[in-house]
């Protein structure tokens, strides 16, 4: 199956391509030109990845676009203030969400992202709903952290009430170990490239954490960005419903979970983080840097 190759110079924000080859790419820090493959197929419509990228120090990957901001967004801010670069990838357009369009949530993607400061965030429109580690979708993400080749990947707990979220979290561990491989060859790909971590957000459901990030100075935008997501938490559309995210316990159940762990940790606010490793620690005091 033939690839076909396209470039595209980029500016603060690009979006081109019809139905299901349009892509969106955001704000790099300057411009640059970018080499997109695509082919198409049958069951994912045009298969899609992007060659040329700006490294990141943090990639942080969500099934649906809002799914980062409800687990990481003031980690993400406060990495970007910080001086790292940050990337984020939606993996669907969230087309089976009961509330909005899948143009307005990659709208309000958009600016969410600029709220938080991530360098550039991109949607590889898998299908909503079918997030199954198809052959085509390990492509999708091997070619993604090899061309980003992030030092650290976020991804979601992979104990979620949310199937998409379950199911992203074991297609993306995958994708990112075989991502390292130099004898698994994807055509567009670059070369083999494995995060030096890999750690998990929460989204809904959470566990103990393996430690926590304070985000409270950071916790404004963490509510600014979520805010952005007008169509999810409070959708103004007359043949809108109700739903779990419109309920205004949902975003105060959100920020009362990072205060519980903040509390638990002595600050404001913090975002539970875990790892399947074991963490190497120089001595016994309690402040690492001592």
């Known amino acids: 199956m033939r690839l076909r190759r396209i470039h595209c110079r980029l500016r603060d924000s690009v ?18 030109t970018v080499t997109f493959y695509a082919r198409r197929n049958r069951i994912l419509g045009f298969e899609v990845t992007l060659v040329g990228m700006t490294p990141v120090d943090l990639l942080v990957v969500g099934p649906h676009p809002d799914d980062i901001e409800i687990g990481f967004a ?17 993996l669907t357009r969230g087309e ?25 965030r991109i949607n590889l429109r898998w299908p909503d709903g079918a997030i199954a580690g198809t052959d085509p979708q390990v ?17 979601p707990y992979w104990d979620d009430r949310h199937p998409d979220h379950r199911g992203s979290s074991r297609v993306l561990s995958a994708a990112a170990f075989t991502a390292g491989l130099r004898r698994f060859k994807v055509e567009g790909a670059g070369e083999p490239w494995r995060p030096e971590w890999t750690c998990y957000y929460f ?9 926590a990030l304070d985000v409270s100075a950071f916790y404004d935008l963490k509510r600014r960005a979520l805010a952005c997501y007008r169509s999810q938490f409070a959708p103004a559309d007359p043949d809108s419903v ?3 995210l419109t309920a205004s316990s949902f975003l105060s159940m959100v920020e009362s979970r990072d205060a519980l762990l903040g509390a638990r940790t ?9 790892v399947r490793d074991p963490l190497l620690r120089p001595h016994l005091m309690k402040d690492w840097r001592a």
């Open 74 to 90: 003031g980690t993400v801010a406060a990495h970007a203030a910080q001086g790292y670069r940050v990337g984020l990838c939606d």
């Open 96 to 120: 089976l969400g009961s509330n909005g369009t899948p143009e307005q949530r990659g709208e309000e993607a958009e600016a969410a992202r600029e709220v938080l400061g991530a360098a550039w």
């Open 203 to 211: 989204i809904n459901d959470a566990t103990e954490p393996s430690f």
């Open 266 to 274: 002595g600050v404001a606010y913090a975002e539970g983080v875990l």
């Open 139 to 155: 492509a999708d993400v091997v070619r993604l952290i090899r061309a980003t080749r992030p030092r650290t990947l976020a991804l």
């Open 242 to 244: 109700p739903t779990r």
């Open 15 to 32: 979006f081109f391509g019809r139905g299901l080859f349009a892509v969106a790419i955001a704000a790099f820090e300057s411009p640059g």
